[in-house]
């Protein structure tokens, strides 16, 4: 399989403490982290460039919109938007049980 624009890729997660800003060290902030957010991002652009092509991620570009506190779920989504040559950006999007949480883009190398 190849890599293609408008491919597209999502994760579903439960957001638990192990994903919160309070474990990664702001005592007290038991909502979803940026940096566990951004993980999530590129996880959904990874599926979005498919298993049969390896990727690598080299830019991580969000805006963390709202907090999503640990009990609630995210649904981040991502769909290949450009390819040029090695690289392929996805543009990413999320939602948690009641807003959007996230948009911006992923940027993936083929290796």
Known sequence: MTVSIGQTGSVKRDVTDALSAHTLGNPGVHVLATPCLAGLCDKAAAEACGTDVPTRRVRV???????????????????????????????????????????????????
Do not use: F, K
């Open 61 to 111: 570009d969000i805006r963390h919109l709202a907090a999503t506190p640990v009990g609630d779920r995210v649904e981040i989504n991502a769909e290949i938007i450009d390819i040029d040559d090695t690289r392929v950006i996805c543009r990413v999007t999320g939602r948690d049980s009641s807003r959007e949480i996230v948009s911006g883009t992923v940027e993936r190398v083929r290796i």
